[in-house]
């Protein structure tokens, strides 16, 4: 087994006192963990053992005195973490650089008054040769470093395996923290950053459950001494062979700087401008002067105490620099994922793994590349002069090339090798020479000019997958490539849109003018480019003859209805077919088509109405009648035609007003109990469904009621709610009941009789029938019955009482009211006698004690304790509870006295017992002897669990 498994397994032993504290056997825990020879005999870090074992050594040294060369590190939260160490014992101090790591640990001792400090860095005294892993068991169990309290710092630089044992999991961790708490030992270990992440990588360990401070390592500034040695390099080079490697832009820079002292930026470029010249078009933006991309002369300048190179088209990707500016940013980008520094050595065109330490009579060529690590880091441009002829063709067709490049990760010196041509043309440059000479080699090769003019869209892609596939096979960088006719720039080639306005069309099965517009998009139809370019001139006339064409077809092959619910779906499709062989002629097709239908010709559709009314019933009075519409189109021909034809202003008004007389007419001579048994909605939307039928429309639903209170047993029902006491067969007792009873009267006329008599209140007369019938089943009920068979009976023929009193409710019900769909809810209810037994019940048994002396043969006091439990209340002896209130501890010493007074009469042999089972029937007799007294006192039912005899 591995040390850190060793370590998750680690087992405690408990040893219990008097006043059950638990304790670690730390024998145990040392046997457990402590590793083994290789004769598998375990090591003794903690006592001296006998002859031929090994004797403990201290692996710690003395903490020596911080070096003077140790940096001055100033951390913002070093107390934070000497609390922690204060806390938890154990700090971790992480650091690219070991000086560093060991400068930050340094002023972690200083916060900790501990007088022994010690200093661990994997050696055990002189030797460093050990027999066994080091780990933090040497640092906790070890004796040999002393028992007072000790701080030592761990080197892990030098002793991985102590790292290993310290990335474990929560749980062992806390047990580490433990152990240095008991042993007084704090520890902090570092560590190479690096180090600590691939250990806990390796271990599978998601974090370190330690205090964890990583100390950034920030490089020193430059001295004066390795400044001196830089102006060393430049006093061994030719300056004004420097000077003359300069671009025209750094010249000019220079020279400004050097006899123009004392400038500000804005007169600064201005002399740089004047002294430029004709050489550049400058553009000033807030700092920032620059030319378009794609100029040979292109300059871009930010005035910001720093001098920008000259801008290429691929600056984003890849650009040459200085051997100086290699140098200055060499260590900066060591470790960067987004660029990468390319040296290529000019005579072999080889790529260089670094710099050459001697550089002396070399050719180098500096690149700096940039990767799509980085999203930002790509470059796009164009190229203009690209075309497509042959010898025969005047006019070659211009194709306009843009692009857009990024190199991928990895392929840096790929693409620095291939965009060096071994002279000082920009990486820009090279590239887009080698673009343009895939272009042209393309079409020379594969491209038919009379092809071309009808066919380009598939030419231009090949010609684009093919560029696309050579840039990243030969160059290595990521390409994406537009190419487009410099013709699709004019109005030639470029979709036509056009708008028709509104204007009025006839159909063939309606009279009415109906307004319609459209937009179209006319683009060169396929194979049609040339008749495109012939009939330019008459893109105008395109709109007059479009809805000319449009007017002859909907007319000729439209209906209404088509025109108003199938336009998309039909209309629409058959009306573009019809207009592209009109368009062919003129090179050109419709690609999108956007209509305008003029919807106030469609039939309105309406969401449910809600409409109400006063009905005057005869003798009865006045009565709101509650409806509901809901009607929609037919869908058909004729419907629409049906609705148009009625000119119908208000669709709404004339719905209710319709349905308002359809309900009069139907009503007509009804009395009040013919509304509560002949009401229907089906005869009422039969009705009134051939009137919306004249206009084109169904009825999906109407739903309409009378607000008579009668009406709504048969819909919404009844429901009875209430909270009632009720008397039991013994009269003084009462229980509550929780009833909630739901139902509904289907059958009206069944109860003609009552419903005849306006006066009548059905619910009322319900709820009045259902406390009766549950009054007459409950006084002939125990109260003990109630409460313990009311859902359950221990007797399967018997029927609880809540079985009872819901088939008595139901009886009455069905037989009085026909009442259909009950539902019945029965629940018992709290009362004050509830709670009082359900106080004396308790949890827990009451305990009590009793000094005994026999009166029978006067022998020695006995001491008796025991408990007792209220089990409920007897039966048939509920009056006596309920008259008599009592507490639990009136029970208990009501209780003491009954015993008391009994035992007292037995002798002393009895009451000291000497066996288990004359104890056995002292319990059975201190039971027997107290149930009926507490009976009939208190009415209540109590056990004895436990009465024994104490010592004496």
Request: with cysteine.
């Amino acid at each position: 087994m591995s040390k850190n498994a060793e370590r998750e397994t680690r087992t405690t032993q408990q040893t219990t006192d008097g006043n059950n504290n638990s304790q670690i056997d730390i024998g145990l825990v040392i046997q457990n963990i402590l590793p083994k020879d290789q004769n598998g005999k375990q090591y003794n870090l903690g006592k001296n053992q006998s002859k031929g074992d090994q004797e403990v050594i201290d692996p710690t040294t003395a903490l020596p005195k911080k070096q003077k060369n140790l940096p001055d590190v100033g951390i913002d939260d070093l107390s934070d973490y000497s609390q922690k160490l204060q806390e938890d014992y154990l700090v971790v101090v992480t650091c690219s650089d070991n000086k560093t790591a060991y400068s930050v640990a340094y002023s972690l001792t200083e916060k900790i008054s501990v007088s022994n400090k010690r200093l661990f860095t994997g050696g055990l005294g002189a030797s460093k040769k050990l027999d066994y892993a080091i780990n933090i068991d040497n640092i906790v169990i070890n004796s040999a470093i002393g028992k007072e309290s000790s701080l030592i710092l761990v080197d892990s630089y030098e002793a991985q395996t102590f790292l290993d044992s310290l990335a474990v999991e929560f749980s062992t961790a806390e047990q580490i923290k433990q152990q240095l708490r008991n042993s007084q030992r704090f520890c902090i270990c570092i560590a190479q950053s690096k180090v600590l992440k691939s250990t806990l990588e390796r271990k599978q360990i998601k974090c370190l459950s330690f205090p964890h401070l990583e100390v950034p390592f920030v490089e020193s500034k430059a001295t004066n001494e390795n400044i001196d040695q830089q102006i060393g390099i430049y006093e061994k080079e030719d300056v004004a062979l420097l000077y003359e490697k300069a671009d025209v832009l750094r010249k000019t820079v220079l020279y400004v700087a050097t006899f123009f002292q004392g400038l500000s930026i804005r007169n600064f470029e201005r002399i740089v401008c004047l002294l430029l010249g004709k050489q550049t078009t400058l553009i000033e933006e807030k700092n920032k002067v620059e030319t378009p991309v794609n100029s040979d002369s292109t300059v871009s300048l930010t005035i910001k105490d720093i001098i920008m190179p000259k801008v290429d088209v691929l600056d984003n990707v890849i650009k040459r620099i200085s051997e100086n500016e290699a140098s200055q940013i060499e260590k900066q980008i060591e470790k960067s994922d987004t660029k990468k520094l390319v040296i290529i050595d000019e005579t072999t065109q080889r790529v260089l793994k670094k710099k050459p330490l001697f550089t002396f009579g070399r050719q180098l060529a500096f690149f700096l590349v940039y990767n799509e690590n980085d999203p930002r880091n790509f470059a796009k441009s164009h190229i203009k002069d690209f075309s497509v002829g042959d010898d025969f063709t005047a006019e070659p067709i211009g194709i306009l090339v843009r692009y857009r490049v990024s190199c991928p990760p990895g392929n840096e010196k790929q693409v620095a090798l291939n965009l060096f041509d071994g002279s000082t043309n920009t990486p820009g440059g090279v590239f887009e020479n080698k673009l343009f000479g895939l272009l042209k080699t393309y079409a020379e090769k594969n491209i038919e000019f009379d092809d071309f003019t009808t066919n380009y869209t598939e030419h231009l892609s090949k010609l684009e997958s093919y560029v696309k596939t050579k840039v990243e096979t030969q160059i290595g960088l990521t390409l994406r490539l537009r190419l487009s006719l410099k013709l699709d720039e004019s109005n030639q080639l470029k979709p036509f849109s056009v708008d028709s306005g509104h204007f009025p069309l006839l159909l063939n099965d309606f009279e009415g003018q109906v307004n319609f517009r459209f937009q179209a998009d006319l683009v060169i139809a396929e194979k049609g480019k040339i008749n495109a370019i012939i009939n330019y001139g008459k893109l105008v006339k395109l709109k007059d003859i479009l809805q000319e064409e449009t007017k002859k077809y909907l007319r000729q092959e439209t209906c209404l209805y088509d025109f108003c619910y199938k336009f998309d779906d039909i209309v629409r499709l058959k009306l573009i077919s019809h207009l592209n062989k009109i368009l062919k002629t003129h090179g050109r097709e419709i690609q999108g088509f956007f209509p305008e239908v003029d919807n106030k010709l469609r039939m309105p559709e309406l969401d449910p109405i809600k409409y109400d009314f006063e009905y005057d019933i005869p003798v009865y009075g006045k009565v709101n009648i509650k409806n509901i519409l809901a009607v929609e189109p037919i869908g058909d021909k004729d419907s629409i035609l049906k609705y148009r034809k009625a000119k119908i202003s208000n669709l709404e008004e004339w719905l209710k007003e319709k349905f308002k007389k359809t309900l009069h007419k139907h009503l007509f001579t009804w009395k009040y109990v013919d509304f509560i048994l002949k009401y229907k909605e089906e005869e009422i939307k039969e009705k009134f469904k051939k009137e919306s039928q004249k206009i084109g429309y169904k009825v999906e639903l109407i739903s309409t009621f009378p607000d008579l209170k009668p009406l709504k047993l048969r819909t919404e029902g009844f429901q009875f709610k209430e909270e009632e006491y009720f008397s039991t067969k013994q009269n003084n007792v009462k229980v509550k009941l929780g009833i909630d009873l739901r139902g509904k009267i289907e059958n009206l006329e069944k109860i003609k009789d009552i419903l005849n008599d306006p006066q009548n209140d059905i619910d009322e007369l319900i709820g009045q029938e259902v406390l009766d019938a549950i009054s007459k089943v409950l006084h002939d009920v125990e109260p003990d019955d109630f409460y313990y068979y009311f859902e359950y009976h221990p007797y399967s023929e018997e029927e609880t009482i809540k079985k009872k009193l819901v088939e008595k409710v139901k009886s009455v019900l069905t037989s009085k009211f026909y009442a259909s769909s009950l539902r019945i809810y029965l629940k018992i209810l709290e009362t004050d006698l509830i709670q009082r037994i359900n106080q004396l019940k308790g949890s827990k048994p009451c305990k009590f004690e009793i000094h005994i002396e026999s009166v029978k043969d006067a022998g020695e006091k006995v001491k008796y304790s025991g408990s007792f439990r209220v089990e409920g209340v007897a039966k048939e002896r509920w009056d006596i509870f309920q008259s008599r209130e009592c507490s639990i501890e009136d029970v208990r010493d009501f209780l003491k006295e009954q015993l008391k007074s009994h035992f007292q009469t037995l002798g002393s042999e009895n009451l000291i017992y000497k066996s288990t089972l004359q104890a056995t029937k002292i319990l059975q007799l201190a039971n027997m002897l107290i149930s009926k007294d507490i009976i009939d006192q208190f009415g209540l039912i109590v056990t004895l669990p436990r009465v024994r005899r104490e010592d004496t």
